[in-house]
């Protein structure tokens, strides 16, 4: 009898594909009787466990390509592909599911219910999901040590922990839903420099261990050295575009859809 191996290589070629995909995506915004071109044919691709920065000077697009990301915003044109599937034709109930199962987002401000302790920010999620919280206690402990949060923190409600540790919850937070996309904006604004270099570490690190595809936004340069790529947003534009002008480009093409 003969046996037929499984190609050793099969899983590795898995791996390299994106689960995040831009393809020639262009955004534009309302604009008096005009549009506002807050992306131009920007196209990324980002795989499993690589972590990609995208610096670029305020108003250049950073936020608006993050929420095109996340399905947040439809673009004008162009194609989204998030693990595998095609954004392109979802009706609204369909990206927030995908959004839901696959996308981790950590805003710019960790947002964390003031009443609520470090456990309980993420089991609030769990009941949110239809998660049974008894079985999600767990998950919950081992999601923030593995954030950097011992036990004595994970009983503490927001204004008891430091910046640097609010950001931490709002991390494991964000990986609840084993998310197969991170999207990150902001994460150090609020931090000083040290706080924010552990914060990026920490980033990448979780990016390894959860085979995320994580794309963050930042103004600050300083912080970049974690990335495995860093690319620059101008005026709408990814990398190498022409430098032409300081301002966004306003042009007045047809009508974008902003959805829930
Ligand atoms: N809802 C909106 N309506 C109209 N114009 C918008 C809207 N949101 C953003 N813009 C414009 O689109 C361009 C890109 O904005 P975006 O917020 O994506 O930039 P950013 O790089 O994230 O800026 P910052 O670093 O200041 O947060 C800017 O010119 C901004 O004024």
Redesign the pocket.
């Known amino acids: 009898m003969t046996t037929v191996p499984t190609p050793a290589t099969a899983p590795v070629e898995a791996e390299s594909e994106a689960a995040l995909s831009l393809e020639s995506v262009d955004l534009t915004?309302?604009?008096g009787d005009r549009r506002?071109t807050?992306?131009d044919r920007v196209s990324l691709a980002v795989a499993p466990g690589e972590l990609v920065a995208v610096a670029?000077?305020?108003?250049?697009?950073?936020?608006?390509?993050?929420?095109v990301a996340a399905t947040l915003l439809r673009p004008d044109a162009g194609r989204v592909v998030v693990a595998g599937r095609d954004t392109t034709g979802m009706s609204a109930a369909e990206r927030t599911r995908l959004r839901r199962g696959r996308i981790g987002i950590v805003f710019q401000q960790p947002n964390l219910l003031p009443s609520l302790t470090a456990e309980e920010q993420l089991l609030a999620v769990a009941h949110l999901r239809g998660e049974k919280v008894r079985a999600s206690r767990a998950r919950a402990a081992e999601l923030l040590e593995s954030v950097g949060l011992d036990g004595a923190k994970r009983r503490r409600r927001p204004h008891r922990l430091s910046g640097g540790e609010r950001q931490r919850v709002n991390i494991a937070r964000a990986l609840w839903g084993e998310p197969s996309v991170l999207l990150v904006?902001?994460p150090t604004s609020a931090l000083d420099h040290e706080r924010g270099e552990r914060v990026m570490a920490l980033l990448a690190d979780v990016t390894r261990r959860h085979r995320t595809a994580t794309v963050l936004?930042t103004?600050d340069r300083a912080l970049l050295g974690r990335a495995d790529r860093v690319l620059t947003?101008r005026d709408?534009r990814l990398d190498g575009g022409p430098a032409h002008s300081s301002?966004?480009v306003t042009t007045s093409s047809s009508s974008s859809s902003?959805c829930a």
């Open positions: 915004y309302p604009d506002l807050a992306l670029g000077p305020s108003g250049s697009g950073k936020s608006s390509l993050l929420a904006d902001e936004v103004h947003l709408g301002g966004p902003l």
